[in-house]
Every structure is written in structure tokens, then in C-alpha cells.
């Protein structure tokens, strides 16, 4: 788990002021689906207390979970490349207090100051790699044989 203290305690004191400057609180409801995929990504957040579920679109069947994130955790990438439109969706299980960002801003400070536009990046790269990290360990435990000879270390 990435806790808000990793995510900004990789930062520079700089970069996560500047950041911060750019954030507002906000409380989210049970049930509330804060994404869907495809969507533009134009926000993303730093989840206080709460949770959430991202998913996966499947025609034909309930949306697949990939992943819940709790306290702590940064919610969303998607606003840093390209095409900027949402991988996955998003929805709360329980009511969520986090602080919002202004993607557009964040990334005109990035731009802006390449110092903190490199700190920033780091930290959120540091997210996407704990991430799939994450998501190759859900699709090992789904798909792997369970009876497999296969050692652990390889498998992981």
C-alpha cells in the first residue's frame, strides 16, 4: 500500500508544497462511481480515509474489481499521459475523504518547474509500479495452476 506519507515523503519539501497548493478536500459518498473508463482525466486524489474499488468494464458482466485502495493512496495516474482519459473506473465501497487535485494545474507546475515536475513524476511512477505489481500478483492468483510445480519465486 502507498500511504500518503510515502507518496509525499518521496517529494522534495518544494514539490509537495507546490502540489498541495494545488489540492481541496472533498467527501465522496458510498456508492459513488468517481470514474469510468475512457472517460477524459482531468483530476485525480490522495484518499485520507475511505474506500474504493477500480475496475474493469466486461460486456456482458458486473464490472471486474482489479484493485481496492484505502488511506492513504493516490487514485489516478491517468492524467499524467496521454491520451489523458481514465484506464480504469472507479467507485466507492465506503465514503471516501480525500483531496482533490487539479490534473491541468498539476501539470502546468510541471511543466513550469521541471524540479518539481521530476519529483512529482517519481512519486506517481513509484504508484504505477507498486500497482502493476499488485495487479501481475491478482493475475498469477487467478490464472496460475493451483497445483502447480511451479516455484513461488518464479511465478512472482
Known amino acids: 500500500m502507498t500511504t500518503l506519507n510515502t507518496l509525499l515523503g518521496e517529494m522534495e519539501p518544494e514539490a509537495r508544497e507546490a502540489l498541495l497548493a494545488h489540492a481541496h478536500r472533498v467527501d465522496i459518498p458510498a456508492g459513488t462511481r468517481i470514474f469510468k473508463e475512457r472517460q477524459r482525466a482531468d483530476r485525480f486524489w490522495i484518499i485520507e480515509n475511505g474506500t474504493l474499488d477500480l475496475d474493469l468494464h466486461v460486456p456482458g458482466h458486473k464490472a471486474a474489481v482489479i484493485d481496492t485502495l484505502g488511506s492513504g493512496e493516490l487514485l489516478g495516474w491517468s492524467w499524467m499521459v496521454p491520451p489523458y482519459a481514465w ?3 472507479a467507485v466507492t465501497t465506503h465514503p471516501v475523504r480525500a483531496r482533490e487535485f487539479d490534473a491541468v494545474a498539476v501539470l502546468k507546475l ?3 518547474n521541471p524540479a518539481v515536475g521530476r519529483c512529482i513524476s517519481i512519486a506517481v511512477a ?3 509500479a507498486r500497482r502493476l505489481d499488485s495487479a501481475r500478483t491478482r493475475i498469477l492468483d487467478l490464472f496460475a495452476p493451483h497445483h502447480s510445480d ?3 519465486a518464479y511465478a512472482r
Open 87 to 89: 484506464h480504469l473506473g
Open 126 to 128: 513509484a504508484v504505477i
Open 150 to 152: 511451479m516455484p513461488l
Open 110 to 112: 510541471c511543466e513550469g
